[in-house]
């Protein structure tokens, strides 16, 4: 079992930044693919940004050229830098992990997610 923990949620006004974190244990050799999603009340989880093992990064329009994704392969964790926040960012904050490569020599495919954090952009 992989446990994905994120951390660096909070309140914030409009035009603030944010960094988001998320770490990986249960001891993953390594993991494929790992994102960021975002749920806001009322509205579907959504997709913010991915990232392979090799660094290929893709993020979502509505947060392109404000947000960049990034990971340490060799530890397991995630960022999200939040830049030029705005209200509609408002949401709880998960991290996906997808493809997982177990010491065992176990691979893994299923999805694992955070418990969240809430980003609020309030004035």
């Known amino acids: 079992q992989v446990q994905l923990v994120e951390s660096g949620g909070g309140s914030v006004q409009p035009g603030g930044s944010l960094r988001l974190s998320c770490a990986a244990s249960?001891?993953?050799?390594?993991?494929?693919?790992m994102g960021w999603y975002r749920e806001a009340p009322g509205n579907q989880r959504e997709v913010v940004a991915t990232?392979?093992?090799?660094?290929?990064?893709t993020v979502a329009d509505s947060v392109k050229g404000r947000f960049t994704v990034s990971r340490d392969s060799a530890q397991n964790t995630m960022y999200l830098q939040m830049n030029s926040l705005k209200p509609e960012d408002t949401a709880v904050y998960y991290c996906?992990?997808?493809?997982?490569?177990?010491?065992?020599?176990?691979?893994?495919?299923?999805?694992?997610w955070g418990q969240g954090t809430q980003v609020t952009v309030s004035s």
């Open positions: 996906n992990a997808r493809g997982v490569l177990h010491y065992t020599g176990r691979y893994d495919s299923n999805d694992y």
């Open positions: 249960g001891n993953p050799r390594s993991i494929n693919t």
């Open positions: 990232i392979a093992r090799g660094g290929t990064a």
